[in-house]
């Protein structure tokens, strides 16, 4: 069991930046595949990219390649999500999900555990 809690959303610039946190429970915290999502006012939620357990590979879509940096630190039991050169569209609710293993996934439902969400709000 692994429960999930995010921090660091806000209200930013557009332009500007925000390193979201995801503080993790539970012992085999290393273990898991994270990713993070969004989900913006009146739309589906999407995925944003993730990290693999073991290997590390991390992945990102197209929507915020360049601009956004995953990070996990085990002993911190801790994921990051460090936004860059921020826009008016990622204005969102971002949760991060754990699953368990490898393998890389976009597909909302292959995660297991989800946090409640934290508002990141982009202003024009």
């Known amino acids: 069991q692994v429960q999930l809690v995010e921090s660091g959303g806000g209200l930013v610039q557009a332009g500007g930046s925000l390193r979201l946190s995801c503080a993790a429970s539970g012992r085999t915290f290393s273990s898991y595949s994270m990713g993070w999502f969004r989900q913006a006012p009146g739309k589906e939620r999407e995925f944003v990219g993730g990290i693999i357990s073991g290997s590390g590979y991390i992945y990102y879509s197209d929507s915020v390649k360049g601009r956004f940096t995953i990070s996990r630190d085990n002993a911190k039991k801790t994921v990051y999500l460090q936004m860059n050169s921020l826009k008016p569209e990622d204005t969102a609710v971002y949760y991060c999900?754990?699953?368990?293993?490898?393998?890389?996934?976009?597909?909302?439902?292959?995660?297991?555990?989800w946090g409640q969400g934290t508002q990141v709000t982009v202003s024009s």
């Open positions: 999900a754990a699953r368990s293993g490898n393998g890389h996934t976009s597909v909302q439902a292959e995660y297991n555990y």
